[in-house]
């Protein structure tokens, strides 16, 4: 019995008919390829931590910080790159090595106050729900 499960479950999992797991939204993919065609390779990002982040996943640039469990599993102490980018969205006058700055639904989930940005950072581009503001 134990054989046919194993092989129900696999012919259940090969149906890619009954499968969809969605990553990133369209929006999120254009966001992507708009960060991938008009930035530099080593532009840097600040983005709330996310396993799902489309300017690392499909823009192929660098974030702050990318999803903390993955630090946390190579020892690493992810809680004061946490802190700086909090501090960040909080006071953008802060020094920062990003050039970039991602206001999105990630950022206002992750408790982002509507501050006033345009001191240090200008809007550089808007792709629906996203804006991204770049140092100035």
């Known amino acids: ?13 090969l ?8 990553m990133l939204s369209a929006e999120e993919v254009d966001l992507g390829t708009a960060i991938r065609t008009k930035t530099a390779p080593t532009a ?3 983005t709330a931590p ?18 903390p469990g993955w630090a946390f599993s190579y020892g690493l102490d992810s809680a004061s790159r946490e802190g700086q980018i909090r501090s960040l969205y909080a006071n953008p006058a802060l020094p920062t090595s990003a050039e970039y700055l991602v206001i ?13 940005f345009s001191s240090h950072w200008v809007l550089w581009d808007q792709h ?5 503001y770049r140092r100035l």
């Not at 629906?128 to 991204?132: H, L, M, N, S, W």
């Open 1 to 13: 019995t134990t054989l046919f499960r194993s092989a129900v479950d696999l012919i259940h999992n």
């Open 15 to 22: 149906d890619t008919n009954t499968k969809t797991y969605q």
């Open 44 to 46: 840097t990002f600040v």
């Open 50 to 67: 996310s396993v799902t982040n489309p300017i690392s996943m499909i823009g192929g640039r660098s974030v702050l910080m990318g999803y």
């Open 104 to 116: 999105g639904p990630a950022e206002l989930g992750y408790h982002v106050p509507s501050t006033d």
């Open 128 to 132: 629906g729900a996203y804006k991204i």
